[in-house]
């Protein structure tokens, strides 16, 4: 187990993405710790999905605000707009940056790509370069810098499960290929200007007031309508599904522990943060259905197989996502504690209260 050496108690958090699924959740579970956390989040509120469902979680984190030690700063910037950021860095002078502002979605980023080059990478260049000038050896600037990478930079990889030691030098997209260059630029910024930063793989990350762009969110979303839903790869897929919960519980224990100095001097660290349990896809979309009409989303006497239809893989899709997360283990003693049925059976109750 690795020692804590980051505080969280008065210190200035900057959260990216704070409107997102995992920001948001995060910026709850910072609030709820007890600790007297200063947290700036910022989002620029892009309507890529339903913007009111970014705002809830905003709402979300303003009422728990309200009744916790710490604080929450709402702020609308892009982090792509290099002036605005810099401008939030010193007026707050975070000490703890949480990048998880990104354009998300792997077969949008086939379709829009300029999308992915202004968040995932002129963005997180920002983010970077404002670290760089606010950080003083851990002293007064940024003494921790956490963000987002994502399974998909194992891309078509045959070794499974898949570990952060394994080469990522063939994505299968674009999306995928920004992640990947994000954990190259952090790398270069920590050993050219010592600031210590953590990459997390994140896999498959589903719960409660999730993305309306992922699987089993635009799955209901299509069964409540009774629309066909699509199974790609005839099922044949499996992924590493993670309870939100789960990984918020990781990213916040990630946060007090800044990377030692490798064998290179390098201050640099990447995990895998996924349930190591992958889930065959026609496995959990019965699941899912089960959970849905136990919830009241579905009625009870739904004709779910004359919903569900059986296709080929589609571009930039990988069959199976398997995390490795041994170092996760051995570093935080971090195990999921969210079994799949729980956390679909959690998200099937927000439906029904959130939509019906």
Same mark, same amino acid.
């Given at each position: 187990m690795l020692e804590k050496? !980051?505080? +969280? *108690? @008065? $210190?200035t958090v900057l959260v990216t993405g704070a409107a997102g699924f995992i920001g948001s959740n995060l910026v709850l579970e910072l609030l709820k710790s007890g600790e007297a956390v200063n947290i700036i989040g910022i989002d620029n509120l892009n309507d890529y999905y339903d913007v009111s469902l970014k705002k809830y979680r905003l709402e979300q984190a303003d009422a728990c605000a309200g009744q916790a030690a710490g604080n929450f700063t709402f702020v609308k910037e892009n982090i792509a707009d290099k002036t605005a950021l810099d401008g939030i860095f010193e007026k707050y002078r975070p000490q703890l940056v949480v990048n998880l502002a990104a354009q998300a979605g792997v077969r949008y980023s086939i379709e829009n790509p300029d999308a992915y080059i202004e968040s995932n990478l002129i963005g997180f260049y920002n983010i970077l370069e404002a670290c760089r000038h606010s950080y003083d050896g851990g002293r007064t600037g940024v003494e921790h810098l956490i963000y987002a990478s994502s399974s #998909? !930079?194992? &891309? #078509? @990889?045959k070794k499974i499960p898949y570990a952060v030691e394994d080469q990522v030098d063939n994505p299968v997209s674009l999306y995928a290929a920004t992640k990947k260059s994000d954990e190259l630029l952090a790398h270069a910024y920590a050993k050219l200007y010592g600031i210590p930063s953590t990459g997390l793989r994140f896999f498959t990350v589903y719960g409660p007031a999730g993305r309306p762009d992922?699987?089993?969110?635009? =799955?209901? /979303? *299509? +069964?409540v309508k009774r629309e066909k839903i699509k199974i790609f790869n005839y099922g044949n897929c499996k992924r590493d599904f993670t309870y939100i919960d789960d990984i918020v519980t990781c990213v916040k224990a990630v946060m007090q522990c800044a990377p030692l100095p490798n064998e290179e001097g390098v201050r640099y660290k990447i995990y895998n943060i996924g349930n190591n349990h992958p889930e065959n896809l026609l496995d959990f979309v019965d699941i899912l259905q089960e959970e849905l009409k136990a919830a009241g989303v579905l009625p009870a006497d739904? /004709? =779910?197989?004359?919903? $569900?239809? +059986? !296709? &080929?893989?589609?571009? &930039? /899709?990988v069959e199976i996502t398997y995390a490795d997360v041994s170092g996760l283990e051995r570093d935080f003693g971090f195990k999921p504690a969210t079994s799949l049925r729980e956390g679909l059976s959690r998200f099937a109750r927000w439906y029904k209260a959130f939509y019906q």
């Open positions: 050496n !980051v505080e +969280l *108690k @008065n $210190k #998909s !930079v194992y &891309g #078509s @990889n992922m699987a089993y969110f635009g =799955f209901t /979303d *299509k +069964l739904y /004709d =779910f197989e004359a919903h $569900k239809e +059986l !296709v &080929g893989m589609q571009p &930039g /899709d």
